[in-house]
């Protein structure tokens, strides 16, 4: 079994920053890549951000020299550095980790989702 444990959102006004942190526990073996996708209401889940074991990250262009996303893979732990953030941020952001269980099953998990919310 394995657990995604999101931490890091809240309410912050535009132009702020937020840090999100998502750490991965559990009958793991090896990461291949973790990331970030955020769902804003009426809209469809999309990938924000994502990292690979050799730490390659790829960027939605909205986000692109705003976000930074980085990865401790001794903790298996993925972060999301959000500065400037606006209005159109806003949404429920979910962390995603591409894995190898112990059992050698590669297989996606999602975390449980925290609000960020962008608001003057």
């Known amino acids: 079994q394995v657990q995604l444990v999101e931490s890091g959102g809240g309410l912050v006004q535009p132009g702020g920053s937020l840090r999100l942190s998502c750490a991965a526990s559990?009958?793991?073996?090896?990461?291949?890549?973790m990331g970030w996708y955020r769902q804003a209401p009426g809209k469809q889940r999309e990938s924000v951000a994502s990292i690979i074991s050799t730490g390659s990250a790829n960027y939605a262009d909205s986000v692109k020299g705003r976000f930074t996303i980085s990865r401790d893979n001794a903790k298996n732990t993925v972060y999301l550095q959000m500065n400037s953030l606006k209005s159109e941020d806003t949404a429920v952001y979910y962390c995603?980790?591409?894995?190898?269980?112990?059992?050698?099953?590669?297989?996606?998990?999602w975390g449980q989702g925290t609000q960020v919310t962008v608001s003057s």
């Open positions: 995603n980790a591409d894995l190898v269980t112990s059992t050698r099953s590669r297989t996606q998990y």
């Open positions: 559990g009958n793991i073996f090896s990461i291949y890549a």
